[in-house]
């Protein structure tokens, strides 16, 4: 199901997370489905009380309209990277089918490096796959979540293994932009109202140079929400735990 991951532990489902589903959410909290399941919507959806709401602002690149006006509206710096890869003919861009064992461990290595939250491969496997290869190796990668009429981005992750040549770098930044670029022209091209660029943080020092670059796409601004339902025992378990700390 797309936009959909279940998370498992010693094969039973503990938690289910999804996008854009408000009316799945809604049914699978009546039918108690699972422990714990989490929504992310740009929708206010009324809850039962037993829903925990958080927000945050996420940035909405409109693809209702054309891809030209989509670039035009990039700022300068984004854009020019853009259009820089367009006369680079050692890159290509691929949309894949599936994240095999290599691409893999570059996202671990990535994650890592950069100090942040690991999710095994069926989490990466429940979004579309987008790749920048230069000179025929992958370099630069994106997964996006396709929840028609909606897209949102889900990881942006690159080689850091190759981030050492500082020209390469540079490359692998071009790239990750082009992705996006690509990614839009796709739901642009088919029908789509928008991409959500997967949350902002304005505040945050630490989160400076994403915000940048995800805002360097001319998106809109928008309230983002995060609806998290626990079941009656799971919710018992909490209070329990929180009684004896």
Same mark, same amino acid.
């Given at each position: 199901? #797309? ?9 039973? /489902?503990? &938690? ?17 489905? $699972? /422990? ?13 009380? &037993?829903?925990?709401?958080? &927000?945050?602002? @996420? ?25 820089? @890869?367009? #006369? ?7 949309? !894949? =089918? ?34 920048? $290869?230069?000179?025929?190796? /992958? ?5 996006? $979540?396709?929840?028609? /009429? &909606? ?15 500082? !020209? ?16 839009? #022209?796709? +739901? ?7 991409? =959500? ?21 001319? +998106? !809109?601004?928008? =309230? !983002? $929400? @995060?609806? @998290? ?17």
């Amino acid at each position: 199901m #797309k936009g959909v991951y279940i998370n498992r532990k010693f094969g039973l /489902p503990v &938690s289910a997370r999804m996008i854009f589903q408000d009316k799945l959410f809604l049914d699978w909290i009546e039918k108690n489905k $699972y /422990p714990m399941i989490i929504l992310i919507s740009q929708n206010k959806v009324d809850v039962p009380n &037993s829903a925990n709401i958080s &927000s945050k602002k @996420t940035a909405n690149i409109d693809l209702k309209k054309d891809i030209k006006e989509i670039l035009s509206n990039f700022n300068s710096t984004t854009r020019n990277e853009v259009r820089r @890869t367009f #006369k680079m003919d050692d890159l290509e861009f691929r949309r !894949e =089918d599936r994240i095999d064992k290599k691409i893999y461990k570059i996202y671990k290595n990535f994650r890592k490096d950069k100090k942040l939250s690991l999710r095994d491969r069926k989490f990466l496997e429940s979004a579309s796959l987008y790749v920048a $290869y230069y000179k025929g190796e /992958p370099i630069s990668f994106v997964t996006v $979540y396709d929840v028609r /009429p &909606s897209l949102r981005i889900q990881n942006i992750f690159s080689d850091i293994s190759k981030e050492s040549d500082s !020209e390469l770098k540079k490359i692998i930044g071009y790239s990750t932009r082009r992705l996006i670029y690509e990614i839009a #022209k796709f +739901g642009s091209e088919n029908g789509y109202n928008f991409l =959500d660029m997967a949350g902002v943080n304005l505040d945050d020092p630490k989160k400076q140079g994403i915000t940048k670059f995800k805002m360097g796409f001319g +998106g !809109e601004l928008v =309230d !983002e $929400y @995060t609806y @998290t339902y626990k079941s009656p025992f799971l919710r018992k378990m909490s209070l329990f735990k929180n009684k004896f700390k």
